[in-house]
């Protein structure tokens, strides 16, 4: 088969994501397994979350909302913007594939930063792009680089804000910069999987651009601060125009119906996932403080999850922490060699984390 399948996937490599907690009780035989490797809340959903996916799951014998219509028009009014200006997709990696297939012919551009979350390169290579890596600058994105980077055939540029291994963010008057001048026929897709966790006041207000840019797509996701990694549920805000072709390439069905009545009973949940957030952040000084007692360099974080120079082999590192049941991400398979990335955990988690590291390095 491999003689007639598309020529362009065989430059891929295959996605590995983090090991579950459950293949790694089987593979070491391990009792207590914590995974703070995908960037997952930590915490389950909440009480009133987990009553409204048990009643919807009486109705999966039915095909589900192709148009989600609940929770479009809850977020619409959340996010003050027209309803149809949203599109909801299976997990926001959906949007990323939908996007690069709409608009990317073989042998079109896609502009990338080194190291970024890898589905973006994925997507682009399978619709046979060329894609143009723009290295990072001391973890940051370099926005100069990447518009220099354009050129006739450029489609697409993918912004990670903030972006994921790095976890740094991108400022507004950097992107109002950037996008000055920038042709009006590339889209700018502005994935915001990590947005809930961002404080910053000079943070891109990405709903603004969309007044002025048609070519802006913005793309936020309920699996990292609402908790819903395992239901698939992402959604994406851009123009009428934009929304329309992606529609046209989207699955009927792509959401199932217990990630829709979950993510809009999550929209009720303010003061639950706060907190969540506060325990993020104060988890994360907990964390900088430990790397600093153990003499690890860090990168300064906006997500829930921090990239760690552990200053040796870090396949090694992670071989050795997943052995004393600690899952956390290799970094060398993305190109940032001696580094690891952390999610944080809970306080018990990370305490754990720390302990063991400490112990291994
Ligand atoms: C930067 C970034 N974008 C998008 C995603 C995809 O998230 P999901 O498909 O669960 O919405 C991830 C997940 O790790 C991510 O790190």
Redo the contacts with the bound molecule.
């Keep these: 088969m491999k003689s007639v399948a598309k020529k362009t996937i065989f430059s891929i490599k295959p996605y590995i994501p983090g090991k579950p907690i459950s293949e790694v009780k089987r593979e070491l035989g391990l009792k207590e397994v914590i995974k703070l490797a995908?960037?997952e809340n930590p915490y389950p959903p909440s009480p009133k979350v987990l009553k409204a996916i048990t009643q919807a799951a009486k109705e999966v014998n039915r095909y589900p909302d192709g148009d989600c219509f609940y929770l479009r028009s809850a977020l619409a009014k959340r996010l003050k913007v027209n309803p149809r200006q949203l599109i909801f997709s299976n997990?926001?990696?959906?949007l990323?594939v939908m996007a690069v297939r709409a608009f990317v012919d073989n042998g079109d551009e896609v502009i990338i930063a080194k190291p970024s979350?890898l589905?973006y390169e994925i997507a682009s290579k399978i619709e046979g792009a060329n894609i143009k890596n723009i290295p990072l600058k001391d973890f940051s994105y370099d926005l100069d680089s990447m518009k220099k980077a354009v050129t006739k055939k450029t489609k697409i540029i993918f912004l990670?804000n903030p972006?994921?291994p790095s976890g740094t963010y991108l400022k507004d008057q950097d992107v109002a910069k950037f996008l000055r001048g920038l042709r009006k026929d590339i889209l700018v897709f502005f994935?915001e999987?990590?947005y809930e966790y961002v404080d910053e006041k000079d943070y891109v207000d990405s709903l603004g651009l969309l007044k002025n840019y048609k070519n802006v797509i913005v793309?936020r996701?309920?699996?990292?601060m609402y908790g819903l990694?395992g239901l698939?549920i992402?959604y994406g805000i851009a123009n009428l125009e934009l929304v329309d072709i992606l529609n046209r390439i989207r699955e009927p069905f792509n959401v199932n119906s217990i990630a829709q009545v979950a993510a809009l009973a999550c929209l009720n949940e303010n003061a639950y996932y706060k907190d969540i957030a506060k325990k993020v952040k104060d988890q994360r000084e907990f964390l900088y403080k430990s790397f600093d007692r153990l003499g690890l360099e860090f990168k300064k974080s906006y997500t829930n999850f921090i990239l760690i120079n552990v200053k040796s082999d870090s396949t090694l590192v992670s071989q050795k922490l997943l052995k004393k049941g600690v899952i956390v991400r290799d970094m060398s398979s993305w190109g940032v060699k001696n580094f690891i990335r952390v999610s944080i955990g809970t306080q018990k988690e990370n305490k754990k984390f720390i302990k063991v590291l400490g112990e291994i390095l």
Excluded: C, H, L, V
């Design positions: 995908s960037n997990g926001s990696d959906e990323i979350f589905i990670g972006d994921n994935d999987a990590y793309t996701t309920f699996s990292k990694a698939r992402g």
